[in-house]
């Protein structure tokens, strides 16, 4: 079982916007802002989306977002396009002796 | 520009050892941490642990400790991952990756990955 718990998966239709939530706890994600979303196409390597909860990295698009209120973190994409099916994971630093954690990912589907 | 490039896929028996290497290039080794990240087949990502190459420390993930090794070989700007008996649990895809900057929490470059099967 994952520290960083997402839903498995979720779905919407070209032009749409979804959210996938990362629910942690006080000591990683409510703790700290050093929140992390990747996504990863089949058979590639993982893709940094979002650094320290909000910030994109250059060559990202905007339509890629992130938030955090309490426990819970969250990515927005607005205008889904069919490139963005992948999975997406979550990930934060932990103050216990883990020190870092990933959540079980959330598969993203565009019908 | 910063490249890792990890060796190639592994077939191993268990009770075998392996030492699986990321090359870098574009930056200077020691000024950023290199972090190793576990996928098992059809699964999610998993943080291995975390080496400095500056001074070669390395923090573990409690599930991964004393069960791998993380080195760094400075003359030739490459970490490494190794174990000294493999078991059919440690198939998976491993990938190394390291930050934007050297105080990051997240992780910007990463490497194409390296592939590990144990089986008899």
């Known amino acids: 079982q994952s520290a960083l718990t997402q839903p498995a998966s979720v779905s919407g239709s070209p032009g749409q916007s979804i959210t996938i939530s990362c629910t942690g706890t006080s000591s990683d994600i409510g703790g700290f802002n050093y929140v992390s979303w990747y996504q990863q196409h089949p058979g590639k390597a993982p893709k940094l989306m979002i650094h320290d909860v909000s910030n994109r990295p250059s060559g990202v698009s905007n339509r890629f977002s992130g938030s955090k209120s309490g426990n819970t973190a969250s990515l927005s994409i607005s205008g889904l396009q069919t490139d963005d099916e992948a999975d997406y994971y979550c990930s934060s630093y932990t103050s216990t002796s883990t020190l870092w954690v990933f959540g079980g990912g959330t598969r993203l589907t565009v019908l | 520009d910063v490249q890792l490039v990890q060796s190639a896929a592994e077939v191993k028996k268990p009770g075998e050892s392996l030492k699986i290497s990321c090359e870098t290039s574009?930056?200077?080794?020691?000024?950023?941490?290199i972090a190793w990240v576990r996928q098992m087949p059809g699964k999610g990502l998993e943080w291995v642990g975390i080496l400095y190459p500056g001074d070669s420390h390395v923090r573990y993930s409690p599930t991964f400790q004393g069960r791998i090794t993380i080195s760094a070989d400075k003359s030739t700007n490459t970490a490494h991952l190794q174990w000294s008996s493999l078991e059919a649990s440690d198939t998976a895809i491993y990938y190394c990756?390291?930050?934007?900057?050297?105080?990051?929490?997240?992780?910007?470059?990463w490497g194409q990955g390296t592939r590990v099967t144990v089986s008899s």
């Open positions: 990756a390291r930050p934007y900057g050297s105080g990051d929490f997240s992780l910007h470059y």
């Open positions: 574009g930056y200077t080794f020691i000024y950023y941490y």
